[in-house]
């Protein structure tokens, strides 16, 4: 089965920059049609931030549109996102995760039904004001 291993976490102050990547073991696109973050705050619902699909177009959630980007490098089975003007409101654990449910239904069913979609560990994201 594919495996996906984020990295790229880590503590940044309020406007700054971070860019996480999602490695996966092998294509994803084999068995996926979706792939993408997903982020939890502590006592919070897990919500969608962006997915893309194999046609390289993405999905985005409104909190984040025109600060992150995602973005994917085939070659090296490497999904990346892009965080611009951070801000505190940002911090969570991100996610990445693939699923055969589109992109633009994606985002909010795999928040509802997480066994739809195959998921990361994880990495921390923490922005101080």
């Known amino acids: 089965q594919v495996q996906l291993v984020e990295s790229g976490g880590g503590s940044v102050q309020s406007g700054g920059s971070l860019r996480l990547s999602c490695a996966a073991s092998?294509?994803?696109?084999?068995?996926?049609?979706?792939v993408g973050w997903f982020r939890q705050a502590p006592g919070k619902e897990r919500e969608g931030v962006a997915l893309i699909n194999r046609f390289t177009i993405p999905t985005y959630a409104d909190s984040v549109k025109g600060r992150f980007t995602i973005s994917q490098d085939n070659a090296r089975n490497t999904l990346y996102l892009q965080m611009n003007s951070l801000q505190p409101e940002d911090t969570a654990m991100y996610y990445c995760a693939a699923t055969g449910v589109p992109c633009h239904s994606a985002i909010t069913f795999l928040v509802l039904n997480p066994s739809s979609g195959l998921w990361g560990q994880g990495t921390q994201v923490t922005v101080s004001s």
């Open positions: 092998e294509y994803i696109y084999g068995d996926y049609d979706c």
